[in-house]
């Protein structure tokens, strides 16, 4: 990992994930987690200041960006219940299986290498009853917009450490073994439609 991956990019990514549409989109989902919660890609814990304390008994972040735990560490410090912050040493979620509640994934499944083999993980996880709560940004549903996102895409990639910006969020989701509850979909306000297109909701293993 190179300098930029390690010093320069998870504050680019603070900052590009902590815009006012993002943070919006946040405290819609965030607060509907419960009981144990696995989050995925905590990053830098934008999410941590919208999880309702009176139904969250514990928090595991995951995420193989040490550098982005000293911000997220920050953040947690805070809270009420215990944060625990845990590496991704292989291709395994590093949990038991059916020992969480929750599992929360927003903005994280657009850099995941293979999202339908960690969304296989993340049901793993889940207790019977658990549920995934995700909120994504993904393929736009006009062919304008989608034809210049997979043309910008390699570079996206390139410059926000891995991220795409073209995925089908709902295929995915599906294809990695969930059943969706519910979900809505829009353009986010003052953001670029390439990278705009939001996709938010619950499913169940």
């Known amino acids: 990992m190179g300098f930029y991956e390690r010093r320069i990019l998870p504050h680019v990514i603070n900052k590009a994930c ?5 943070d919006y989109q946040r405290r819609k989902v965030v607060p509907a987690a419960e009981g144990v919660v696995l989050e995925i890609g905590i990053g830098t814990g934008l999410n941590l200041p ?30 009420p219940f215990d944060v625990e912050f845990v590496g991704l040493p292989g291709e395994e979620i590093p949990l038991e299986a059916k020992s ?22 993340m049901r793993r996880v889940l207790k019977p009853g658990g549920k995934l709560i ?24 390139v410059l926000f450490g ?19 509850d ?4 829009m353009y986010l306000p003052s953001t670029p439609k ?9 499913a169940k293993a």
């Open 182 to 185: 519910e979900m809505e979909t």
């Open 100 to 121: 969480v509640d929750t599992v929360l994934v927003t903005y994280s499944l657009c850099t995941i290498p293979d999202p339908v083999k960690a969304l296989e993980g």
């Open 18 to 22: 902590g815009t006012k549409p993002i």
């Open 50 to 79: 919208y999880y309702d304390t009176n139904k969250v008994t514990r928090l595991i972040g995951l995420d193989p960006s040490e550098e982005s735990w000293v911000l997220a560490g920050e953040r947690a410090q805070a809270l």
């Open 134 to 157: 995700f909120c994504e940004h993904g393929a736009a549903p006009d062919e304008a917009t989608l034809k210049w996102q997979n043309r910008i895409n390699p570079m996206w990639k």
């Open 194 to 202: 390439i990278a705009g297109f939001n996709y938010w909701g619950a």
């Open 162 to 180: 891995g991220c795409h910006i073209n995925r089908n969020m709902t295929e995915l989701i599906r294809q990695g073994g969930f059943t969706i």
